[in-house]
């Protein structure tokens, strides 16, 4: 098993493009995560899904949107990238969402926009 | 509304002394799960422990060992004879029965020297 993975591992955009980052997973979790990590800052929760075709906002999900067609896959999309959003980006999937069970990472993709 | 403390930013130690992580987090909920992920400088997250609010009980597993005390909403995490390979970020998380976010802390950087 793959696990968790994440594409790209690193990205640079401009001030105003767009990108999608693609989670996919192969444990047949239920529950998948996007968080963003900064300095000093820890992990914070962009958005989260807790099944095929449902998403959820989380603790700062603005100017992200995020999709879940498919239950292995999570993609994250910034529509006008700012360099706020430079950041690690890390995807997490867990088998339910009931508090009990751990969250398995993805390697994480550095995005810098500059 | 969840919330994890991780008061020590950077710990170094000599390899084979113990070190010592403090965790102290706030819920207003009676079950809550309580975790502790390793961040080596490869930047990976990795899972190591959980601990459900309604069994205090210690344990021990390998060289890591933790300390849950409810009555001081503590949680903290002992590495004894530390190795090299430990230096990292440690992260305390916490999350709420029910809630299918993790609160994670600032983390906690040890360094081992040799």
């Known amino acids: 098993n793959a696990g968790v993975t994440q594409t790209p591992k690193f990205r640079v955009l401009k001030t105003g493009q767009s990108m999608t980052l693609l989670c996919a997973q192969d444990?047949?979790?239920?529950?998948m995560y996007w968080y963003r990590q900064d300095p000093g800052m820890g992990l914070r929760l962009i958005h989260y899904?807790?099944?095929?075709?449902?998403?959820a906002k989380g603790e700062v999900p603005d100017g992200y949107n995020v999709s879940r067609l498919k239950k292995q896959n999570f993609l994250l999309g910034l529509e006008s990238a700012a360099p706020s959003q430079t950041s690690v980006y890390f995807c997490?999937?867990?088998?339910?969402?009931?508090?009990?069970?751990?969250?398995?990472f993805g390697p994480g993709t550095r995005l810098t926009v500059t | 509304a969840q919330k994890v403390t991780q008061a020590q930013t950077e710990i170094s130690v000599v390899e084979k002394e113990d070190v010592t992580l403090d965790c102290v987090y706030e819920?207003?909920?009676?079950?809550?799960?309580l975790f502790w992920y390793k961040q080596p400088p490869s930047g990976e997250l990795v899972f190591l422990i959980r601990?459900?609010?309604?069994?205090?009980q210690n344990e021990i597993s390998g060289r890591y060992s933790w300390n849950f005390q409810k009555s001081t909403s503590s949680f903290n995490f002992t590495i004894t004879a530390s190795q090299v390979v430990d230096s990292a970020v440690y992260f305390c998380?916490?999350?709420?029965?029910?809630?299918?976010?993790?609160?994670f802390g600032k983390g906690n950087q040890v360094v081992v020297i040799p």
């Open positions: 998380a916490l999350s709420e029965d029910g809630n299918n976010r993790l609160a």
């Open positions: 444990m047949n979790h239920e529950y």
């Open positions: 819920t207003r909920d009676t079950t809550y799960y």
């Open positions: 601990r459900n609010s309604f069994d205090e």
């Open positions: 899904s807790v099944g095929e075709g449902t998403t």
């Open positions: 997490a999937s867990s088998l339910t969402g009931t508090g009990s069970y751990e969250q398995y």
